[in-house]
């Protein structure tokens, strides 16, 4: 295999493809939506997959969004699927609506979230909203990742709540190892190389 070859091959992970991973895009792909996401994925089975973008901002608050809704805090974009309801990650454990992705972030909320998020009554809750999400009929997804287009990776609650939104793919590539660092290098658009 040539230099450039090499350079282009992508390593799958070991990980499996499951709710609470996430799904890094892979930059010799240039998907216009999807260029240089990650998403983490909320469900999935032999059905399909649903997950959201933790790295695409909407460009304005939720309340902008949803006026009823006295959230100040940016509004993500989850995916080019039903851009007319809202979805949530957030840190609140004990939110009956809520679904367990991994240790310490959940999916889903109540109007009790809604009341905490919107008078800050727990400092320490840390949640992001998102308008639509990214779905994938059954076995979809499996398709995408034996192209190359996704590389799947662990998620973790400082890579969804304290990393600036456009250092999320950067550090979830770091995160993957040295086999990867050579996407770091890659231009944003392959198109103005």
């Known amino acids: ?13 070991l990980l ?14 240039n998907d216009p939506f999807f260029n240089r996401t990650v998403v983490m994925l909320t469900d999935y089975d ?25 959230i100040d805090k940016p509004l993500y974009v989850g995916g080019p699927v039903f851009h007319d309801r809202l979805f949530a990650l957030h840190t609140h454990a004990s939110c009956k609506a809520a679904s367990r992705l991994i240790p310490g972030i959940y999916t889903g909320y109540d109007d009790v979230f809604i009341a905490m998020a919107e008078y800050r009554a727990v400092p320490e809750l840390r949640y992001k909203f998102f308008i639509g999400y990214s779905g ?9 990742i034996d192209r190359n287009m996704w590389v799947i990776g662990n998620a973790n609650h400082d ?12 550090t979830a590539v770091r995160n993957l190892g040295e086999d990867y660092s050579h996407w770091l290098q890659v231009p944003e658009l392959l198109s103005s190389n």
């Open 136 to 144: 994938w009929s059954a076995l979809q997804l499996d398709d995408e």
């Open 16 to 29: 499996a493809p499951t709710a609470g991973r996430i799904l890094i895009s892979v930059p010799f792909y």
């Open 1 to 13: 295999m040539g230099s450039a070859e090499k350079l282009l091959d992508v390593k799958p992970t």
């Open 46 to 70: 032999e059905n399909g997959a649903a997950g959201l973008i933790l790295n695409k901002e909407a460009g304005h608050d939720v309340s902008k969004v949803a006026p009823s809704l006295k």
């Open 159 to 170: 890579l969804v709540f304290n990393t600036p939104t456009d250092k999320i793919w950067e």
